[in-house]
C-alpha cells in the first residue's frame, strides 16, 4: 500500500509539471495492457522484491499521471471560448458562496444554469465581481447593488467574462493553477441591473452558504469596528479576506498564519478534542458503551464535528483534503484492527490525491502530510510514552527542524521564534479561542465571541512582543530544487532516536540549501527582469553587486500591492538583501502604488523620483529628485538619467506623464532604455537634447503602448531589437494600441508582452567570441498545461 500510494503521488505530480496534456487515446491503449502485464510479472516475481517493488512502483505512478491527466483533460473542457472574452453574456444562475466585501465592491462564485446569449458558452463555475458605483468625485453614489446579493440567491444578469489568467514571475503564485483546482473557469463583472428571480434556491449547497452569511453578519454585528474581528470571522468560517495587511506580516513573520483561517490544524484539533469528550463521557454511561464500545463512539462524534466544521467553512479544496484525512483515520480507529501508522497515512495520501489530483501542487498538502509523517517518525515505536512536557517539546523541535526544507523551497523563509509562538498560540486559539468563537456564532449568546476576541486579543499583545525580537524571521534566497533531497535527509537523520551516533552530521545535509548563492552578473555584465505586474511598470536591474528597482508597480486595495505581493518576493527570491537604489518615476498608482511595502520589507540606500516629498521614505534613505545629468557606474555598468530636465519641476503645465524618470543603463553587452510613461512632448524633448543617447538595444516602451506615446521618430531614434510591453491582460486602456505595435515590428524589433510572456528575464553577458542578450520569457519557459498560450505575431 505504501510503496502503491507514493507511486501514484508521484505520478500525479509529474502530470502537473506538464506544458501540455498527454492524448487520453494512449492512456486508454497502453494504460490497461501495461497494468495487466505489469501485474502479472510481478506476480511471477513475488519472491524477488527487488523487481516486485520497482514494478509495482511503475504501475502506480502510470495509473496516477493518466489518472490526472483524464480529471485535468475533464475540467479544461469547461472553459469559456476566446472569442467570447469581455463581451456582455446574459445569464442565470446561483450565488454560491459568500460574497467577500472589497473595496472595489463584492466578489463571489456564480453556478451558472442557463446561457440567454445566442451562441455564447459559458463555463458553470465562474467567479464573479459587483462594483460600487462612483461619481466623477470617486465618491460611492449606490452600495445597494453590492449589499443585495446573499448566498443561494438565484439571479438573471448580464455579465462580462475572460478566462483565468494571472501575472506570471518568479518565485510568484500562480492563481491560474489555484483557479483549476478550485474549479473556477472564468472571472468577470456584473454590468447592467440584475433581477433576483429567487431569494434562496432550496438546495443543500446553496443552505449551507446562506448560513455561513448568516453567520458571518453576526459576527460581524456583535464584534463591530474591532480591529482583529477579521480573525474570528476566519476562525469560524475561513474567508481571510477581511484580514488587515499588517496582521498578516505580523503572523507570517511569528510563523502561525496556519493558525488564523479554518485549518487542517483546527479541524484536526477540534475533532480531537470532541474525541476526548466522548471517549471520556461515552465509558461512564454503561448502557451506551455496551451498545457501541466507547472507541468508536468516540471516533464518529470526532468525524461527524470534522465534517460538520468543514461545512460551516464552505467545503474549500484545503479543508477537504482535511475531511479526507481524517476519514481515513476514523475508519482505521473504528474497524478495531491495528494499523501500521505508515499505512494508514499512504491511504490517505491516496484517498485525496483521488479525489483531489490537484493538491499535489498545494503547499498544504506537502506541509501537511509532512507534518504527520515527521511526527509519527518521532514520536512512534518507543518502548515507553515519554512524558507530556518531554513530548511537547519534542514535538515542537521535530515540526520545526523538519518542516525547515519545505519551508524555504516554497517560502523562502521559515520564522526562528515560531515554536515559541506556537507553543502558546497552537493550544490557544484550537482550544479556547476557535471553539468559544463557533459558540458564540451560533447561539443566541455574545460573551463566547467576546471572550474569544480578548484572548485573540491577547494572543496578538504576546506575537508582537515576539516579533520585536532582533531576530524573528529567517529569510534568503529561493533554494535550487535539487537541494531538497539531501535537506531531507539531514533532517530525517537529525530526528533519528536518541543514541544513534553522529546525529549532528544531519546539518551537511541542509548546507546546500542555505549556502549555495543564486547566480550574479560577473563585472561588466548586468541581468534585467521586467516584472509582470499587470497594467504597470516595475524592473529589477541586477549587477555583480548592486541591486536598482525601477518602479513598483500598482496599489490594487488596502491590503494587497505589487510591491509585496510580486516585488519584494521575487527580489527575497533571488537572494536580494538591499536595494542599493529605487527609482519611482512619477506619481501614478500603476508605478508607486507599490512603494511603499518595498520601504517596509525591504532597506534602501537612495530613492530617486519626480514624485513630491513624501514621509513614505525611511529617515536612513537618501532622497532625491531625480533629473537629465545624473550617471553613475556600479560594477562596470553604466547609467544615466536623461529626462526630465531641473527646470521642468517649475513648470506645472507638465503632466507627471511626462515627468517620468527616463533611465539608460549600458553594460559592454547592449544597453537598456527605460522610460517610465512619457509621451509626445517628452518625447520630442528627448530628441532635441540628443537623438544619438536614445539608441538601445532593449526598449521598455513608453506608457505601455498607448496611443499617445512611441512617435515615429522616437522609435526610429531608439531602434531596438526588442521591444518590451508591459501592460494587464485585457486592460480597459487597450494598451498596447496595435498601430503603436506596427510602428516596432515596422523596424524589425522583437516584441515581447508582459501579458502574454509573463516577467521578461534579459541577460547582458559577454561571452566568446562576441557579447549577447539572452531572452527568458518566464510564461514560455514555465509553461504548465494550464496556461494559455498566445501568438504575438500579430502584435
Known amino acids: 500500500m505504501v510503496v502503491f500510494a507514493l507511486g501514484f503521488v508521484l505520478g500525479a505530480f509529474c502530470l502537473q509539471q506538464m506544458p501540455v496534456l498527454p492524448s487520453l487515446v494512449w492512456a486508454l491503449l497502453i494504460l490497461p495492457f501495461a497494468a495487466i502485464y505489469l501485474y502479472l510479472r510481478s506476480a511471477q516475481l513475488a519472491s524477488a522484491v527487488l523487481f516486485r517493488l520497482p514494478l509495482r512502483l511503475f504501475i502506480a505512478v502510470l495509473l496516477g499521471f493518466f489518472w490526472a491527466a483524464t480529471f485535468a483533460s475533464l475540467r479544461l473542457a469547461d472553459a469559456l471560448p476566446v472569442a467570447w472574452q469581455n463581451k456582455p453574456i446574459e445569464l442565470v444562475g446561483v450565488v454560491a458562496s459568500v460574497p467577500a466585501l472589497t473595496e472595489q465592491g463584492a466578489r463571489f462564485n456564480f453556478i451558472v444554469e442557463r446561457v440567454f446569449t445566442k451562441g455564447a458558452t459559458v463555463p458553470r463555475h465562474v467567479s464573479l465581481s459587483v462594483y460600487r458605483k462612483r461619481d466623477h468625485l470617486m465618491q460611492v453614489q449606490d452600495d445597494a447593488q453590492f449589499l443585495d446579493y446573499q448566498a443561494g440567491q438565484r439571479w438573471r444578469l448580464i455579465a462580462k467574462l475572460k478566462r483565468p489568467h494571472s501575472v506570471q514571475n518568479p518565485h510568484g503564485f500562480d492563481f491560474e493553477s489555484w483557479s483549476l483546482a478550485e474549479n473556477i473557469r472564468a472571472t468577470g463583472s456584473v454590468k447592467g441591473k440584475p433581477i433576483m428571480l429567487d431569494a434562496l434556491v432550496w438546495q443543500s449547497q446553496y443552505m449551507v452558504e446562506r448560513i455561513r452569511q448568516l453567520v458571518k453578519q453576526r459576527i460581524a454585528k456583535v464584534l463591530e469596528d474591532k480591529p482583529y474581528s477579521g480573525v474570528i470571522q476566519a476562525l469560524v468560517m475561513g474567508d481571510d479576506s477581511q484580514i488587515a495587511l499588517e496582521d498578516w506580516q505580523l503572523f507570517l513573520r511569528t ?45 464518529l462524534a470526532a468525524v461527524i464535528t470534522a465534517l460538520i466544521y468543514g461545512l460551516i467553512a464552505g467545503f474549500s479544496v484545503p479543508t477537504q483534503r482535511t475531511l479526507y484525512m481524517l476519514m481515513v483515520f476514523g475508519v482505521a480507529l473504528w474497524s478495531g484492527r491495528r494499523f501500521a501508522i505508515a499505512q494508514v497515512l499512504a491511504l490517505a495520501l491516496l484517498v485525496v490525491v483521488l479525489i483531489d489530483p490537484w493538491a499535489v501542487i498545494a503547499a498544504g498538502f506537502w506541509l501537511s502530510f509532512g507534518a504527520v509523517a515527521l511526527l509519527s517518525f518521532v514520536m512512534g515505536a518507543r518502548l515507553a510514552p515519554p512524558h507530556w512536557l518531554s513530548a511537547a517539546l519534542r514535538t515542537q523541535w521535530a515540526v520545526t527542524i523538519g518542516m525547515l526544507p519545505l519551508l524555504l523551497i516554497m517560502f523562502h523563509q521559515a520564522s526562528i521564534i515560531s515554536p515559541l509562538a506556537n507553543a502558546i498560540a497552537i493550544p490557544l486559539i484550537s482550544f479556547f479561542v476557535t471553539p468559544l468563537a463557533l459558540l458564540g456564532s451560533f447561539l443566541p449568546m455574545d460573551w463566547p465571541l467576546h471572550l474569544a476576541y480578548s484572548l485573540l486579543d491577547a494572543c496578538v499583545v504576546f506575537l508582537r512582543w515576539l516579533n520585536q525580537l532582533p531576530v524573528a524571521v529567517w529569510q534568503q534566497h529561493a533554494p535550487a530544487g535539487w537541494t531538497l533531497a539531501p535537506a531531507l535527509f539531514g533532517v530525517v537523520w537529525m530526528l533519528l532516536p536518541r543514541g544513534w551516533p553522529l546525529r549532528w552530521l544531519g546539518v551537511l545535509g541542509l548546507l546546500p540549501m542555505l549556502l549555495i548563492q543564486p547566480d550574479r552578473p560577473m563585472p561588466g555584465d548586468m541581468k534585467v527582469t521586467v516584472l509582470d505586474v499587470g497594467q504597470g511598470l516595475s524592473v529589477v536591474v541586477q549587477t555583480a553587486q548592486h541591486t536598482l528597482l525601477y518602479d513598483a508597480g500598482a496599489k490594487f486595495n488596502q491590503q494587497s500591492d505589487a510591491g509585496s505581493r510580486i516585488v519584494v518576493p521575487f527580489l527575497q527570491g533571488e537572494g536580494v538583501q538591499k536595494l542599493d537604489g529605487f527609482i519611482v518615476t512619477h506619481d501614478d498608482n500603476d508605478h508607486s502604488g507599490g512603494m511603499s511595502s518595498v520601504f517596509a520589507l525591504m532597506p534602501v540606500g537612495w530613492f530617486a523620483s519626480s514624485m513630491p516629498d513624501t514621509a513614505l521614505i525611511p529617515t536612513n534613505t537618501e532622497q532625491m529628485k531625480c533629473y537629465a545629468g545624473q550617471n553613475w557606474s556600479w560594477d562596470g555598468v553604466d547609467f544615466d538619467v536623461l529626462h526630465p530636465d531641473l527646470q521642468d519641476y517649475d513648470d506645472s503645465a507638465i503632466k507627471d506623464n511626462d515627468r517620468s524618470c527616463v533611465l539608460k543603463v549600458t553594460s ?22 540628443d537623438p544619438d543617447m536614445l539608441k538601445s538595444d532593449v526598449l521598455v516602451v513608453p506608457h505601455h503602448g498607448s496611443k499617445t506615446s512611441s512617435t515615429p521618430d522616437f522609435v526610429d531614434a531608439v531602434a531596438p531589437s526588442i521591444a518590451i510591453f508591459t501592460v494587464g491582460y485585457l486592460n480597459r486602456f487597450r494598451h498596447p494600441r496595435s498601430e503603436t505595435v506596427a510602428r516596432y515590428q515596422a523596424i524589425d524589433s522583437k516584441v515581447l508582452r508582459s501579458d502574454y510572456q509573463g516577467a521578461v528575464t534579459l541577460s547582458f553577458h559577454q561571452k566568446q567570441p562576441s557579447a549577447q542578450i539572452e531572452v527568458s520569457p518566464w510564461r514560455n519557459q514555465h509553461r504548465r498545461y494550464w496556461h494559455a498560450v498566445f501568438d504575438t505575431s500579430g502584435g
Do not use: C, Q
Not at 498564519?257 to 479541524?267: C, F, P, R, Y
Not at 448502557?287 to 463512539?297: F, Q, V
Not at 559592454?668 to 524633448?685: N, Q
Open 255 to 299: 510563523g502561525i498564519t496556519h493558525l488564523m483561517s479554518i485549518s487542517g490544524l483546527h479541524i484536526t484539533m477540534l475533532s480531537g478534542l470532541i474525541f476526548v469528550l466522548v471517549n471520556f463521557a461515552w465509558r461512564r454511561i454503561p448502557h451506551l458503551a455496551y451498545k457501541i464500545p466507547t472507541r468508536k463512539a468516540a471516533t
Open 668 to 689: 559592454a553587452s547592449g544597453s537598456l532604455l527605460l522610460t517610465g510613461d512619457i509621451e509626445r512632448k517628452s518625447e520630442a524633448a528627448l530628441l532635441a537634447a
